[in-house]
Every structure is written in C-alpha cells, then in structure tokens.
C-alpha cells in the first residue's frame, strides 16, 4: 500500500509540473503531453498490482482536470500499463536508455489513442493535424529528457519511503 501511495505522490508532482508548464507556454499554442511517464516507472519496475494501482490513480488525477469523458485517463493508462508490464521481462531493467524508449513509444501509442478519440469535436478536424504534430514532437523531446530524472526521483522516494526493492522474476 505504501509503494502505490509513493508512487500516487510522484504523479502528482508530475503532473502539477506538467500543468504549470503548458500553462506558462499557452500563449505559444503548444501543449505537452506526458501521459506515459505516469505509467512508464511502474510498469517496468513494480509488482503488477501496486504498480497497477499507481497507474489508475495517476489516471483519475489526470481526468479530473482535462476536458475528456471522465474515465478515459484511467482506461489508457491501465491498458498502457499492462502492455509495458507483459513485455518488461524482454526490456534491460536498469538501461535509462531502454525507458526512455519505452515511455516515448507508450507516449506516441496514448497521444494517437487520445487525438484520434478526441478529434471529431473540432469543427475542422483536417486542420489540426499540423498542431497535434508539433505538439507530439515537443512532448517527445520534454519526456526524452525528464524520463531518467523522473525514474530516479520514483525510485529515490521508494528507497525514502522504506520500500522493499521488487526484483522482477
């Protein structure tokens, strides 16, 4: 129970980060998207239930504040999380390199999960595509560099907090 609540407690300093940050860059029409680094950690490195746990919370934390059918968050990030956590044992454990790859594909798998569920609201749905692209293209670059500082910062709150290290069987 503790695992999930550290976990929980890393989300939401994620995502007040990622919200204080599309907020100061709003004027350049430019949006960030993380959603994979609220299940990358967890799902490569944590027992698949407090792991799983983590994820679903991290997902209700996420729908609260976006204007998508409540639920949504929750349900991508679960299904992304047992993706990550059936094919981990074929993923280098400790390589930051081998998460970063792992939360950019995860990453480019919700953002077109989300962008093609989301898109007929526009009234021109052709004419955003160069906008969802750019978009895209920053949140890969944002997460490239903060996957390996967000990972030591969930496995550093573990170690903190007294939890057992999980070694994957």
């Known amino acids: 129970m503790r ?4 976990l929980l407690g890393c989300s939401i300093l994620l995502w007040t ?6 907020d100061a860059i709003a004027p350049w029409r430019v949006y960030l998207f993380g959603g994979a680094l609220f ?11 407090p792991g799983l746990a983590a994820s679903l919370l991290a997902g209700l ?14 349900l991508l990030f679960a299904a992304t999380h047992l993706i ?4 981990r044992h074929r993923i280098p454990r400790d390589d930051a390199i081998a998460g970063i790859v792992v939360v950019l594909l995860a990453n480019l798998g919700l953002f077109l999960v989300f962008s093609f569920t989301q898109i007929h609201e526009s009234p021109a749905p052709a004419a955003v ?3 969802l692209i750019a978009d895209l ?4 670059v944002l997460l490239a560099g903060l996957t390996p500082w967000f990972f030591r910062l969930q496995a550093r709150a573990l170690v903190l907090a007294r939890v057992p290290r999980y070694e994957l069987t």
Do not use: E, K, M, Y
């Open 129 to 131: 595509w160069p906008r």
């Open 84 to 87: 990550i956590a059936h094919v």
């Open 3 to 6: 695992r999930t609540f550290v």
């Open 61 to 74: 934390v996420c729908d609260a504040t976006t204007p998508v059918a409540f639920g949504t968050h929750l």
């Open 137 to 140: 293209a920053c949140s890969q």
């Open 17 to 22: 980060i990622l919200t204080q940050v599309n």
């Open 39 to 49: 299940v990358g950690f967890s799902a490569l490195t944590q027992p698949r239930g």
